[in-house]
């Protein structure tokens, strides 16, 4: 069966620092994969996607991704956090009709 | 931009009461899901559905059914509430369709239940 495994539950940064966020699937077959944020009190939105091409993608707010499809990971990084980046990021995995979802690493970005 | 409405933002029920949670999306999708969010859990699918009428199970459908009479509604009842059942529930929908999100999921604000 696909799983995202996502290493870190939690990430305490100062404001500045960079980030990465670990992701990691199971899946053999062609992988479109997302990663979504929420900040506290708000939706679950979209942070970017990976379909097909240039494995390295940009989405909002800075963050950017990179596929590895030898190491079937799908790391999420920003060069220098801010407090308003302090959320939830979930991981996620196309599977047939649906998106099997990561368990979440909650980052607090310190001032 | 896409909307997807929950019927409540916060609810409380007692235990044994058949509990009725209502998500309304305006795009057209054909998906939709019901998540329950837990802490350290991440989101776990409850049902799907890729038409009208048509559901599917997902990873944790005991203790829960659902509807989808019509095309943009779709309903999560937990037939007789019980505390476990506790917990943060997400509507999303769906295109399956290249050009149209492909997949992209888009999340409803979420229910709080509360089960006492």
């Known amino acids: 069966a696909q799983s995202v495994s996502q290493h870190n539950h939690h990430v305490i940064l100062s404001e500045a620092a960079s980030l990465e966020l670990g992701c990691n699937y199971s899946y053999g077959g062609t992988v479109n994969l997302f990663w979504y944020v929420q900040y506290p009190g708000q939706h679950l939105q979209l942070l970017l996607k990976y379909f097909s091409g240039d494995p390295l993608v940009k989405g909002i707010k800075g963050f950017e991704a990179e596929f590895i499809k030898s190491k079937f990971s799908f790391n999420l990084r920003k060069p220098s956090v801010q407090w308003s980046d302090t959320a939830e990021y979930f991981c996620a995995v196309r599977g047939y009709n649906k998106l099997i979802f990561g368990a979440g690493t909650r980052l607090a970005v310190h001032p | 931009d896409v909307k997807v409405t929950q019927s409540s933002r916060y609810l409380v029920k007692r235990t044994g009461e058949k509990v009725f949670l209502e998500c309304v999306q305006d795009m057209d999708h054909e998906n939709m899901f019901w998540y329950r969010q837990d802490p350290g859990l991440g989101l776990r699918l409850i049902y799907f559905?890729?038409?009208?009428?048509?559901?599917e199970k997902g990873d944790i459908p005991e203790g829960y059914s659902v509807s989808r009479e019509k095309k943009e509604r779709f309903s999560l009842i937990l037939e007789s509430a019980s505390t476990n059942q506790t917990s943060m529930y997400l509507c999303a929908s769906s295109s399956p369709y290249p050009g149209q999100g492909y997949h992209e999921q888009y999340f409803g604000p979420g229910t709080r239940l509360t089960v006492t």
């Open positions: 559905s890729y038409d009208v009428k048509m559901k």
